[in-house]
T-cell receptor
Framework: GENVEQHPSTLSVQEGDSAVIKCTYS??????FPWYKQELGKRPQLIID?????GEKKDQRIAVTLNKTAKHFSLHITETQPEDSAVYFCAGEKLTFGTGTRLTIIP | DGGITQSPKYLFRKEGQNVTLSCEQN?????MYWYRQDPGQGLRLIYY???????QKGDIAEGYSVSREKKESFPLTVTSAQKNPTAFYLC???????????????FGDGTRLSIL
């Protein structure tokens, strides 16, 4: 099956700084890459996704970039705020999730 | 998004018992999924169903069973054969089968299962 690796496993950034989380995937045929945010004790929620026909997608302070040649995609959060603290998961098209990144925003 | 309802929120099981976790969706989604989440780990797929009366094993199906008799319901039974069932279980649905692109998933609030 598809293998999705996510790094780093934990990330702490000062409030207002940017955070970047990276995922690599193994299946070159994959075309859809979602990112989920899971706050403590709550359900994962889709925050942004990207399809292989574009290299970047932005939604306010979050963006996702995709490099199909290198088979990696990244989540970028700018101007981080305390409410961005959560666990973030990437996923491949075949329902394989990364192991998650615990992001902590330091006030 | 209250489209997926999981119950109960907390569940306790004695050794040797089977327990069933409920998942109901009113989103009219074709596909439904069960994931297991352990501390510090990602979501691992247990079973999924693309259509009523059909389901497939995921990566960690051993010790679990499912049924899909109705489109809106996808219950998961944790059997006594599952030796380490303590985990957080998440149910999800998506509009189309997972083999298609463009299939964001909606998750329920989860059930936390513990062994007494």
């Amino acid at each position: 099956g598809e293998n999705v690796e996510q790094h780093p496993s934990t990330l702490s950034v000062q409030e207002g700084d940017s955070a970047v989380i990276k995922c690599t995937y193994s299946d070159s045929a994959s075309n859809y890459f979602p990112w989920y945010k899971q706050e403590l004790g709550k359900r994962p929620q889709l925050i942004i996704d990207i399809r292989s026909n574009v290299g970047e997608k932005k939604d306010q302070r979050i963006a996702v970039t995709l490099n199909k040649t290198a088979k990696h995609f990244s989540l970028h959060i700018t101007e981080t705020q305390p409410e961005d603290s959560a666990v973030y998961f990437c996923a491949g098209e075949k329902l394989t999730f990364g192991t998650g990144t615990r992001l902590t925003i330091i006030p | 998004d209250g489209g997926i309802t999981q119950s109960p929120k907390y569940l306790f099981r004695k050794e040797g018992q089977n327990v069933t976790l409920s998942c109901e969706q009113n989103l009219n989604h074709d596909a439904m999924y069960w994931y297991r989440q352990d501390p510090g780990q990602g979501l691992r797929l247990i079973y999924y169903s693309q259509i009523v009366n059909d389901f497939q094993k995921g990566d960690i199906a051993e010790g679990y069973s499912v049924s899909r008799e109705k489109k809106e319901s996808f219950p998961l039974t944790v059997t006594s054969a599952q030796k380490n069932p303590t985990a957080f279980y998440l149910c999800a649905s998506s509009p189309r089968p997972h083999t298609a692109s463009d299939q964001p998933q909606h998750f329920g609030d989860g059930t936390r299962l513990s062994i007494l």
